[in-house]
């Protein structure tokens, strides 16, 4: 495997990637603030991949409510964020790691520059940071690229990191949902709870819905022999909603209890929206 490698974009961004790793880094500010921020983002992504692979067979394990915090500072992020849901449901550590990436990397950038704005966007999963009086915006898609609306916050929602999961992205699913967006103070909570309402966005028994063993697909997954969705036929107006149903009630659970902030459900041109920040388009005639 090649090392680390930086190259400045088009927008006056940055790209770093390293293995499985790519990021796109934004910041608003000054010419110098841009400067020092990047290359902070630069100087802490060269050894983020190596602490993590240091000790990935235990970031693979099953998670408990009192496993003990890992020296690493960006798996510290990812067990912090995991270990409040895994009383309730079965996660690994890697359940956080995309947000917890973007978290950190971040961090450093706000520690060396005075930016008013500025991102890390890790695959989809984004840390956000927002000085008073500042927004930010981006666009959803579902994993086939079909656009399903826009998210827009500013400083006042003390909003720090967006993430999303679902059916057919580039991580496997438990669940059918095509997209579950969620937004919360930090990139590695919304890529642990979008990860769980997506996987309960489910209808266990349509005859329809193809489900593999996680391992058959990637031998190295860390949800083992789960059964992970493959495929989601077109489905009737009253199955959407029954599956949209348990993934709403999860979310609004969060959402009371401070885990959130918002949270989008998709499922096949329809949506269900917990907390404000979304901007959703009119829905598609569904299926009879």
């Given at each position: 495997?090649?090392?680390?490698?930086?190259?400045?974009?088009?927008?006056?961004?940055?790209?770093?990637?390293?293995?499985?790793?790519?990021?796109?880094?934004?910041?608003?500010?000054?010419?110098?603030?841009?400067?020092n921020?990047?290359?902070?983002?630069?100087?802490?992504?060269?050894?983020?991949?190596?602490g993590l692979?240091?000790?990935?067979?235990?970031?693979?394990?099953?998670l408990?409510?009192?496993?003990?915090?890992p020296?690493?500072?960006?798996?510290?992020?990812?067990?912090?964020?995991?270990?409040p849901f895994?009383?309730?449901?079965?996660?690994?550590?890697?359940?956080?790691?995309?947000?917890?990436?973007?978290?950190?990397?971040l961090?450093?950038?706000?520690?060396?520059?005075?930016?008013?704005?500025?991102?890390?966007?890790?695959?989809?999963?984004?840390?956000?940071?927002?000085?008073?009086?500042?927004?930010?915006?981006?666009?959803?898609?579902?994993?086939?690229?079909?656009?399903?609306?826009?998210?827009?916050?500013?400083?006042?929602?003390?909003?720090?990191?967006i993430?999303s999961?679902?059916?057919?992205?580039?991580s496997?699913?438990?669940?059918?949902?095509?997209?579950v967006?969620?937004?919360?103070?930090?990139?590695?909570?919304?890529?642990?709870?979008?990860?769980?309402?997506a996987?309960?966005?489910?209808?266990?028994?349509?005859?329809?819905?193809?489900?593999?063993p996680?391992?058959?697909?990637?031998?190295?997954?860390?949800?083992?022999?789960r059964?992970?969705?493959?495929?989601v036929?077109?489905?009737g107006?009253?199955?959407?909603?029954r599956?949209?149903e348990?993934?709403?009630?999860?979310a609004?659970?969060?959402?009371?209890?401070?885990q959130?902030?918002?949270?989008?459900?998709?499922?096949?041109?329809?949506?269900?929206?917990?907390?404000?920040?979304?901007?959703l388009?009119?829905?598609?005639?569904?299926?009879?």
């Open positions: 495997m090649t090392g680390p490698v930086a190259a400045l974009i088009g927008g006056n961004r940055l790209h770093l990637q390293h293995g499985p790793i790519d990021l796109i880094i934004g910041v608003d500010g000054t010419d110098a603030a841009r400067a921020a990047f290359a902070a983002a630069e100087a802490r992504f060269q050894t983020i991949l190596h692979a240091s000790d990935l067979p235990r970031h693979r394990e099953r408990g409510t009192e496993t003990p915090l020296d690493d500072p960006v798996a510290r992020r990812m067990y912090t964020a995991a270990r895994a009383a309730r449901h079965f996660l690994t550590p890697m359940i956080a790691v995309a947000g917890a990436v973007a978290d950190e990397v961090a450093a950038m706000v520690s060396a520059a005075p930016m008013m704005r500025a991102y890390v966007n890790n695959g989809g999963d984004i840390a956000v940071y927002l000085t008073k009086g500042h927004s930010f915006s981006v666009a959803m898609a579902t994993p086939k690229g079909r656009d399903i609306g826009r998210i827009c916050f500013d400083s006042d929602h003390r909003i720090g990191g993430a999961s679902g059916a057919g992205g580039r496997h699913s438990l669940g059918i949902a095509e997209n967006t969620v937004l919360a103070e930090t990139a590695a909570q919304a890529d642990t709870v979008a990860t769980l309402i996987n309960a966005v489910d209808l266990p028994d349509h005859p329809g819905i193809r489900r593999t996680a391992s058959d697909l990637n031998p190295d997954s860390d949800l083992g022999d059964l992970v969705t493959t495929h036929p077109p489905l107006r009253n199955d959407i909603w599956a949209l348990p993934g709403e009630a999860l609004n659970r969060m959402l009371e209890t401070g959130i902030k918002a949270a989008a459900l998709f499922l096949q041109n329809r949506s269900v929206q917990i907390g404000g920040a979304f901007d388009p009119k829905p598609e005639p569904l299926h009879a």
